[in-house]
């Protein structure tokens, strides 16, 4: 088992209260579980600010006390699909076997994150929300149900699990990543 905490994009370059509630309920989660590792997944996504989701979030973990031995970060994702896709890549290069994942996110983005993480993974992997970050918004506001459809729409077609249907379909069809000339856009 791993929990996996996504990033939230950064106002400064230090955590604000949005990100520090998912990195709590995730530290909350890593103690209360058998989970080997805690991943923090997000990269750099306010251009204004030299600092990856993920780095911020590490260290803020580690002061909490968390080994970071203990701790993956991956700065590679820019969304929720590369949340997912990031994840499972890394979990592959790591060959960490596992066979259920922790996510911790905000209540009304968790579905939809789980739906990616589920594409990425496959049956094999459980993916549980317990964890979920409660906050005012409802999940069922137009606005999160047109960000499902539309994360829907990305993974139609392609077999749950399917890691390099994925990557194509990142490569071609998302505005975010690029990888050309690459094989697999993580090295171990």
Same mark, same amino acid.
């Given at each position: 088992m ?9 106002e400064s370059?230090?955590?604000?209260? +949005? ?5 709590? $309920?995730?530290i909350?989660?890593? &103690? #209360?579980?058998?989970?080997?590792? %805690? ?5 750099q996504?306010?251009q204004?600010?030299d ?6 979030m590490?260290?803020?973990?580690v002061?909490?006390?968390?080994d970071?031995d +203990?701790?993956?970060?991956d700065p590679? $994702?820019h969304?929720?699909?590369? &949340? #997912?896709?990031?994840t499972?890549v %890394?979990?592959?290069?790591l060959?960490?076997d596992?066979d259920?994942?922790s996510?911790v ?11 990616a ?8 992997v459980?993916?549980e929300?317990t964890?979920?970050?409660?906050t005012?918004t409802d999940?069922?506001?137009?606005t ?14 392609i077999?749950?699990g399917?890691?390099?249907?994925i990557?194509q ?6 505005d ?13």
């Amino acid at each position: 088992m791993i929990v996996v905490v996504l990033g939230h994009r950064l106002e400064s370059s230090q955590i604000h209260e +949005r990100l520090r509630a998912r990195v709590n $309920a995730g530290i909350r989660a890593f &103690n #209360a579980t058998d989970a080997s590792s %805690l991943f923090f997944s997000g990269g750099q996504t306010n251009q204004h600010i030299d600092r990856t989701e993920c780095g911020v979030m590490g260290e803020y973990a580690v002061r909490q006390g968390v080994d970071p031995d +203990r701790i993956v970060l991956d700065p590679f $994702a820019h969304d929720t699909i590369g &949340n #997912a896709y990031f994840t499972r890549v %890394l979990c592959d290069n790591l060959g960490l076997d596992i066979d259920e994942l922790s996510l911790v996110t905000d209540d009304f983005h968790a579905p939809r994150a789980k739906y990616a993480l589920d594409q990425c993974f496959g049956a094999d992997v459980a993916v549980e929300t317990t964890h979920a970050v409660e906050t005012e918004t409802d999940c069922d506001d137009s606005t999160c149900q047109q960000k499902l459809q539309r994360t829907r729409a990305f993974f139609e077609s392609i077999p749950a699990g399917d890691i390099e249907a994925i990557r194509q379909r990142l490569h071609t069809h998302h505005d975010y990543y690029d990888f050309s000339g690459t094989v697999h856009p993580v090295s171990p």
